[in-house]
T-cell receptor
Framework: EAQVTQNPRYLITVTGKKLTVTCSQNMNHEYMSWYRQDPGLGLRQIYYSMNVEVTDKGDVPEGYKVSRKEKRNFPLILESPSPNQTSLYFC???FGTGGSGANVLTFGAGSRLTVL | QKEVEQNSGPLSVPEGAIASLNCTYSDRGSQSFFWYRQYSGKSPELIMFIYSNGDKEDGRFTAQLNKASQYVSLLIRDSQPSDSATYLCAARAGGFKTIFGAGTRLFVKA
């Protein structure tokens, strides 16, 4: 089944304790992206990647890191989480090039993170 | 700041009616436009995408694009209670960023 898999789905942590949210896709997509979703603010892009070793900042990158060492994986790293990073996080992927249909995003199930 | 704006709603329509959802975008370079549906606690899923001016129909759904007015809409005909969800409008420019609106909550009353 074609899918984007995120882990963990739920996590409660404390301020300053480094954590990684993993994201993996099995569709051979070139484009991958991380979003956070907060009430009233919609989906805001954190980082995206056009291909292996190619990443760029989205609209809210502060406090986050990413890496793209393999095409299928795009982990989101919070080096020193703070309470304002409490949010619902979505990983998404698409083919990324070609016609407009190639830009359709497939989302993971989401990871709800609480930072105390 | 490139933006996509939507009325947050909620928009309430009776079962069987037409629901009309609207969206405007600020970046004239936007080329592709998407409507995603998101049920509470779930991830967004694509309903339709459109990139040419005019209408695009898929079953009960019609997307409309007017690039001159920087306006995108989604019509849902014969609305059903199962259509109750948040509808996200998104725009993608020639670069690689997809910008989402905050979403419109739709309630379809049985």
């Amino acid at each position: 089944e074609a899918q984007v898999t995120q882990n963990p789905r739920y996590l409660i942590t404390v301020t300053g304790k480094k954590l990684t949210v993993t994201c993996s896709q099995n569709m051979n997509h070139e484009y991958m992206s991380w979003y956070r979703q907060d009430p009233g603010l919609g989906l805001r892009q954190i980082y995206y990647s056009m291909n292996v070793e190619v990443t760029d900042k989205g609209d809210v990158p502060e406090g986050y890191k990413v890496s793209r060492k393999e095409k299928r994986n795009f982990p989101l790293i919070l080096e020193s989480p703070s309470p304002n990073q409490t949010s619902l996080y979505f990983c998404a992927s698409s083919f990324g090039t070609g016609g407009s249909g190639a830009n359709v995003l497939t989302f993971g199930a989401g990871s709800r993170l609480t930072v105390l | 700041q490139k933006e996509v704006e939507q009325n947050s709603g909620p928009l309430s329509v009776p079962e069987g009616a037409i629901a009309s959802l609207n969206c405007t975008y600020s970046d004239r370079g936007s080329q592709s436009f998407f409507w995603y549906r998101q049920y509470s606690g779930k991830s967004p899923e694509l309903i339709m995408f459109i990139y040419s001016n005019g209408d695009k129909e898929d079953g009960r759904f019609t997307a409309q694009l007017n690039k001159a007015s920087q306006y995108v809409s989604l019509l849902i005909r014969d609305s059903q209670p199962s259509d109750s969800a948040t509808y996200l409008c998104a725009a993608r420019a020639g670069g690689f960023k997809t910008i989402f609106g905050a979403g419109t909550r739709l309630f379809v009353k049985a």
